[in-house]
């Protein structure tokens, strides 16, 4: 088999085709003799039989005489005869009377005078001669079947030459390659199936080649996009360093999941005084001085913790102290890398922000304005002192009365926003500590009631005030121990807020309801406040919307609610508009004071 899978197709082909007209001649001719030997020893056997009838009517006379001398020269004659190798003569009783030769053949026998038999002739023939002839002429016709199988192999070998020699030029064109040189393929113009193969192969060679040279110039392309774009990287990661390594706040890059420092900026390194290589492989809270407690200090939380917990950045301020003259305060705060919509946060982007000046200045600028206040309080009081002398000493008339009365109430209302401007700072601080007294809540109400009249008129809107959920009735009180004046400072700014970011020809109600041990005090107004402030609504200095608004009002009324003991939030949408929810403890009965 293994030699026969190394002849070429053209010997492959020849051969077979000399198999199959060898199988076809030979199946042929044996037919031919089977047929032949059958015909010619039915011949042979009917011509015995002739001679042995002619014979056995040549035999009655000498029989019916009982001639033996006549008997044998007939058995003699039978004997000669082509083919008979044997003669037996009977009686009519099966006695032998003459035999001559072998009987060891075929046998044929006949009765002697048909109408009364006088005996029987037996003779006995082979059809050897038959064979060797049969044999001469198939050994003839052997010798004729080779010389045409010779000549049909040299005709089939010369043929194939003829019909295969394109196919196998352009066989050894394509296993050489040198086929796309050229744009003759062997065999390209024949109308057989070795010219459609050709063709084929040359569309199919033209495809590759123009398909080679596009996938070529998209090799060459891309290659020159990828140099591109590593450029582009290379630069876009140069200014990305140069960015942070300019930026003044110390960045972290760190895993969320084990806390490892990943990757730092210059800053951090100056602040902490190592090197990247000291710090990367280290957790965050490895490198903090004095701060070897993982994530639980609770005074000094740390920030990508809080992310999780509250699903937000989240700003700490930080003690950093390296000793007294070394003290820093730190503003941190963890932003989450998202690589992709969806996925969990794996790396978080810490920031340390230095506010050690900024703390500094604001408490130089505190200091400035205590004793600006301080200082002030000396000339107003003397003002004071004068327009009372005036009011007692000169004979006034009513204009004159009206311009000392103004002095002196401006002269108070700047002294009582001094000193409240004072408390608020010790409530910052939280050194302040409320001198409460029973105060009825809703007698406050009342009383600011006239100086909001002014923006109820202006703007068309209408104030309802509710108690329990029933319409506010005379006669009702509900007594909360504080400082009045600060409690009417605090409702004061929160009403004017609501009325100022109610749209025009709207309702503001304040809804005021009694629990086990607080009261709830609910301002609504059908204003919405911008998603852009409301993290940071109490705040300082955050408004919108206002053009001479200063953000504190709502500053100072957190504080006040806080320092007599309870809160304020809110909830804000365009739906449902604004709900400020006020919370104060109810009067207990002997408080004297509360801590801020």
Known sequence: MRIWNRFSLRLKLALWSVFCVFVIVLSIRALGVYGTYSYLSQYHEDNIRSHMELAALSLQDPLRNMDYLNLHKQAEIICNFSGISGVRIEDNNGQVLLERGELDGTYLEAPIQPGAPLGRIVVSFSREPLTQALMAVLSLEGIALALFLLAAFGGLWWLSNYYLSDLRALSSCIQEGACAMTEHYPGQDRQDEVGLLASTMKARDYELAVYQQELEEYREELEHKVEERTRELNESKLLSETILNSIPDAISLIDVNTFI????????????????????????????????????????????????????????????????????????????????????????????????????????????????????????????????????????????????????????????????????????????????????????????????????????????????????????????????????????????????????????????????????????????????????????????????????????????????????????????????????????????????
């Open 261 to 596: 420092v990943m990757d730092v900026n210059t800053s951090f390194e100056k602040i902490y005084g190592m090197n990247k290589e000291e710090i990367i492989g280290r957790t965050c809270f490895e490198i903090r001085s004095n701060k070897n407690a993982g994530c639980k200090d609770e005074e000094q939380k740390c920030p990508i913790v809080g992310y999780f917990e509250n699903q937000r950045p989240m700003y700490y301020e930080h003690v950093m102290d390296w000793g007294r003259k070394n003290r820093r305060y730190v503003e941190v705060s963890a932003w989450p890398v998202i690589y992709k919509q969806g996925d969990r946060v794996q790396q978080m982007v810490r920031v340390e922000r230095d506010v050690t000046e900024q703390k500094r200045i604001e408490k130089q600028r505190q200091h400035v304005e205590q004793i600006v206040r301080h200082d002030l309080k000396s000339p107003l009081n003397g003002i004071y002192g004068m327009a009372q002398l005036l009011e007692m000493e000169l004979q006034n008339t009513d204009e004159q009365m009206e311009y000392v009365q103004y002095i002196k109430g401006s002269v108070h209302k700047l002294l009582h926003m001094i000193n409240n401007s004072m408390d608020l700072h010790r409530m910052e601080e939280g050194t302040y500590r409320v001198q409460a007294e029973m105060v009825d809540l809703l007698d406050i109400l009342a009383n600011l009631h006239t100086e909001w009249q002014h923006l109820l008129s202006k703007k068309g809107l209408q104030l309802h005030t509710f108690v329990d959920a029933q319409p506010l009735s005379p006669g009702q009180t509900c007594p909360v121990q504080g400082e009045k004046t600060k409690l009417e400072s605090m409702f004061s700014n929160l009403v004017v807020n609501a009325l100022e970011a109610s749209p025009s020809g709207e309702a503001i109600t304040i809804s005021v309801t009694k629990n086990t041990d607080k009261v709830c005090i609910d301002i609504h107004n059908w204003g919405h406040i911008p998603e852009e402030i409301q993290d940071h609504f109490f705040e300082r200095y955050v408004t919108a919307g206002k053009k001479k608004g200063t953000g504190l009002g709502t500053y100072s009324a957190r504080l006040v609610a806080r320092a007599h003991g309870g809160d304020i939030s809110f909830r804000s949408s365009e739906q449902e508009g604004t709900l400020l929810r006020i919370e104060l403890p109810f009067a207990q009965a002997g408080d004297e004071d509360m801590p801020g």
